[in-house]
């Protein structure tokens, strides 16, 4: 690894402290770098905070030590005006001779801007270190942006013959397939995406509430497909626990063919930029259908129901197996 790939290396692993708390901004991560060594660090505040510049100025005391520095970041800095400032103005006012970046903003509001404007001002740019690396990290960002959807994680657990539910049951709740730690490690899931979707059936059959009870963090916004309009406010979903989006029969046209692409269209003006679907199987399967997903998490279980709901086909690669507890889990993405 040369230094830039080293101080870059940092900046990624810093910038996954914002996962979840970011959105819609992107959760970068910054260093900050004098004569070899890493004199501050700062990543993505919250949403509506200081971004991961800012912060990595603030913990430098003697700001006079800047004129000397190397900042790194995993993104091109901002240049326009938002809920704060632009950074790049931030980094030519500390007059930080050096910059080294992952890779370009796609926001048409940024888009090379910042860049731009660091070099007018006779900065050291270097654009690209970890470039591929620093792209898969900021993945819902750059979905949101360049396809005009959400990130779509889709998500179910399977009997190991195949199945995600029983035939019958005699209660209006989830029948688990999978372990306590697996259940765990998916509430941990739902604190880092924006959104998760379910089908009306979903709701019906187990009036789930869609939170991240069992891990400390954000709730998702609920999105509940309804077309039928079958769904009254007792259920589970429509507490005050997190907000939700209700997709009605007026909300969309349920008549054509391409229903994924009006969700996705419709959460995207909602300015949803990462999404996991837990269910049901038709949901999953129209989202699999219209190839509209990105990456898909498979929990197995050693549970035989030999008879049921049968597990979503997916046409995709296995990019990872590993156990959880009793389960295995598999991700996978599209082809």
């Known amino acids: 690894m040369t230094n830039h790939n080293t101080y870059m290396s940092r900046c990624l692993e810093i ?8 959105r819609p901004n992107p959760m970068v991560g910054a260093v900050i770098v004098v004569d070899g060594k890493i004199i501050s660090e700062g990543y993505t505040s919250p949403y509506g905070g200081p971004h991961a510049e800012v912060n990595a100025f603030n913990n430098v005391p003697n700001k006079s030590i800047l004129e000397k520095a190397t900042l790194y970041a995993t993104l091109e800095p901002c240049s326009h005006f938002g809920k704060t400032p632009p950074c790049s103005d931030l980094i030519i006012q500390h007059r930080i001779p050096r910059v080294v970046i992952g890779c370009v903003d796609d926001n048409p509001k940024v888009a090379g801007k910042g860049i731009a404007k660091l070099k007018d001002a006779g900065i050291d740019v270097t654009v690209g270190v970890l470039e591929q690396e620093c792209k898969v990290h900021h993945k819902r960002f750059f979905t949101f942006h360049n396809k005009k959807r959400p990130y779509i994680i889709l998500k179910w657990a399977q009997s190991q013959d195949g199945y995600i539910a029983p ?9 688990w397939l999978t372990s306590k730690v697996s259940r765990q490690l998916v509430h941990k899931w739902r604190t880092e995406e924006q959104a998760i979707l379910v089908g009306t059936n979903t709701i019906i059959e187990d009036n789930p509430m869609l939170t991240a009870r069992d891990w400390k963090g954000n709730n998702p916004i609920r999105v509940v497909l309804d ?7 007792s259920y589970a979903v429509f507490n005050n626990e997190a907000q939700t989006i209700h997709l009605d029969s007026n909300a969309l046209d349920w008549k054509k063919p391409n229903i994924a692409e009006q969700i996705c269209n419709t959460l995207h003006k909602n300015d949803i930029n990462s999404m996991i679907i837990e269910g049901g199987a038709k949901t999953l399967q129209t989202f699999i259908d219209e190839e509209l ?16 709901t049968q597990a979503p086909k997916l046409n995709g690669q296995l990019t990872e197996s590993t156990t959880v507890a009793t389960d295995t889990l598999n991700y996978y993405a599209p082809n």
Do not use: C, Q, Y
């Open 167 to 175: 035939k019958t049951k005699d209660h209006n709740r989830p029948v």
């Open 227 to 233: 077309p039928n309009n079958r769904l009254d406010k």
């Open 15 to 22: 910038a996954k402290l914002g996962l979840g708390t970011t």
């Open 293 to 308: 997903w990105d990456e898909a998490r498979v929990f197995t279980s050693k549970m035989i129901l030999n008879d049921g």
